[in-house]
């Protein structure tokens, strides 16, 4: 995938043509051997030899790794982590991740992000996550 997508990123870039690159979660499935023996940190290098731009977390990621595996999870990755409705149990979002994005492409059209995890709200709260939909 990482080289697909680093030879899609070349065709575009090539016509002069805008291009993002998004992960939208689940990346670190942990039937995969790979995300089992390290613990998504080898997910994190295949996403950061990739031209991602942007990611959010899916339950694979967000309700499979402990809290302590997650907070460290995205901590030597090359692009920004977008999830608007996560947050510790006292409602800070962590520091590895943002609620949104703004990207204006090299073509002026700016482009709003936000990210968000599916609401297994059961799961999270046993982690020591908290789920928040409304501000």
Known sequence: MSTISRQKKVLHEDRNEDVLFFDLGDHADRVHAITEATSGQG??????????????????????FSKDSLDHLYDQAKFDVIVANLFNENYVRPSWCVPSRIHTLQSGTTIGMLGLTAAFYPFYTELGWSLKTQS
């Open 43 to 64: 997910n994190i290098e295949l996403l950061n030899a990739s031209p991602v731009n942007y990611v959010t977390i899916g339950n694979n990621e967000g309700i499979t």
